[in-house]
């Protein structure tokens, strides 16, 4: 099993940013991929941004350009940089990871205000 706790969200201005740290525990050695999703009431859980353990990055097109990816491997800590914040990104943030199974973190609220 692989537990993910999440921190770094909270309430920021348009054009702010934030950071996202999830940190993994447990069966960590197995792990082929970690992301971040995010999800607002009655919306689908939508993808964000997902990283592989070769270093591939994937991001959704609405955050390309904006927020970044990375893994700590040594801390089995994954980060989302998120810059230049809109409105439109308040939502909750869900930690995830792979390892053929499929583990989520207990998710973080972020919101951008106008």
């Known amino acids: 099993q692989v537990q993910l706790v999440e921190s770094g969200g909270g309430l920021v201005q348009s054009g702010g940013s934030l950071r996202l740290s999830c940190a993994a525990s447990?069966?960590?050695?197995?792990?082929?991929?970690m992301g971040w999703y995010r999800q607002v009431p009655g919306k689908v859980r939508e993808s964000v941004a997902r990283?592989?353990?070769?270093?591939?990055?994937n991001y959704a097109d609405s955050v390309k350009g904006r927020f970044t990816i990375s893994r700590d491997n040594a801390l089995n800590t994954v980060y989302l940089q998120m810059n230049s914040l809109k409105p439109e990104d308040t939502a909750v943030y869900y930690c995830?990871?792979?390892?053929?199974?499929?583990?989520w973190g207990q998710g973080t609220q972020v919101t951008v205000s106008s």
């Open positions: 995830n990871a792979q390892d053929g199974l499929t583990y």
């Open positions: 447990g069966r960590t050695f197995r792990i082929y991929a």
């Open positions: 990283i592989a353990n070769g270093g591939t990055t």
